[in-house]
């Protein structure tokens, strides 16, 4: 198996993650927030996209998918076209609502394919390139790409668990 195709099956398992939870589920549900400060299945779904956008078109030297193919628009969020998530408050966390299934699904498949399109070109070779410098020790590619997959699956795990706290309440 190909250092590629290894990324391209863990982005894949994220994808399959992400349709299962949000399959079904109403607005209402999607911005439900089972306590005080805790993140909805929206956000997190967003929050997923955003750091992967982010991190993969960085490491891509490419344009995100989030304001280059205008998701930014579409969704209206009050936020800047920079933020991804990180360290939200949970006022942040709250304007994060009212997108629809269907558009945050559509959004994450944008992301994924561009993920795919990029990991399709790694090599092993590849994953000891520096990508950032702001870290001690500075982050390599293959760093950088477990980092995004490490995050994608605890984030859509959190989802899942969220949506198990609505469905059964």
Do not use: C, K
Request: charged share 20%.
């Amino acid at each position: 198996m190909q250092v590629s195709e290894v990324f391209a099956d863990a982005f894949e398992r994220t994808r399959e993650e992400v349709h299962a939870v949000l399959d079904g589920l109403s607005q209402e549900q999607l911005d439900t927030r089972p306590g005080p400060g805790a993140n909805s299945i929206g956000w997190l779904v967003w929050h997923i996209a955003r750091v992967q956008d982010d991190h993969v078109s960085d490491v891509a030297g490419r344009a995100q998918t989030w304001t280059a193919d205008g998701w930014h628009e579409r969704f209206g969020l009050p936020l800047t076209p920079v933020d991804i998530g990180y360290g939200h408050t949970s006022e942040q966390v709250a304007q994060v609502s009212g997108i629809a299934a269907a558009e945050l699904r559509a959004y994450y498949d944008a992301v994924h394919a561009a993920s795919l399109d990029y990991v399709g070109t790694v090599s092993a070779a590849d994953l000891d390139r520096i990508v950032d410098t702001s870290w001690d020790p500075p982050v390599t590619l293959g760093v950088r790409l477990v980092s995004v997959v490490n995050d994608n699956h605890q984030h859509v795990g959190q989802a899942a668990y969220v949506r198990g706290l609505i469905e059964s309440s």
